[in-house]
């Protein structure tokens, strides 16, 4: 499971899901210094980026979609881009790379779940509020 870590510079968002292994390595925002994630805590803006990158997600029983830059981050879809996949996300994407957009794929659902009450309790943790910038890392 994911753990939160403050580091210099901006606050960190650790997680070991695999899917963030994939999302991460296809060049998106929010794995260095030089290019972090900016938080957002307005709802349209959230859903609009939730909604660009999952909106069609296929049903399938026990998963769910998982959709990197965070939604709750300014870098997801609704800033532009395109979207994208990589190998056994359930999606029929592109595979490609490159810094602007957003990558989707499905997961188990309760791991999805927990990530994202670990991902508002790191925010509260370390006080990332609108506007603000932090990091995701795999171990």
């Known amino acids: ?17 695999q899917a963030r292994n ?18 957002t805590t307005t709802q349209s803006v959230i859903d609009d ?3 660009k990158a999952c909106g069609d997600a296929p049903s399938i029983p026990g998963k769910s979609c998982d959709e990197y830059p965070l ?3 300014q870098q997801g879809l609704s ?7 990589f190998d056994d996300c359930s999606f029929n994407l592109p595979r490609q790379t490159g810094p602007r957009g957003a990558s989707a794929c499905m997961i188990p659902a309760a791991e999805n779940s ?18 603000d910038r932090f990091r995701v890392v795999t171990p």
């Open 114 to 131: 927990a990530q994202g009450g670990l991902n508002t309790q790191f925010y509260r943790s370390q006080r990332v509020l609108e506007g």
């Open 1 to 17: 499971m994911a753990r939160t870590v403050a580091k210099g510079g901006h606050p960190v968002i650790s997680q070991a899901q």
């Open 49 to 51: 980026n939730r909604n």
């Open 71 to 73: 939604a709750t981050s």
């Open 22 to 39: 994939g999302h991460a390595s296809s060049g998106l925002s929010g794995a260095t210094f030089d290019a972090p994630l900016t938080r």
């Open 79 to 85: 800033a532009g881009g395109a979207r994208r996949t």
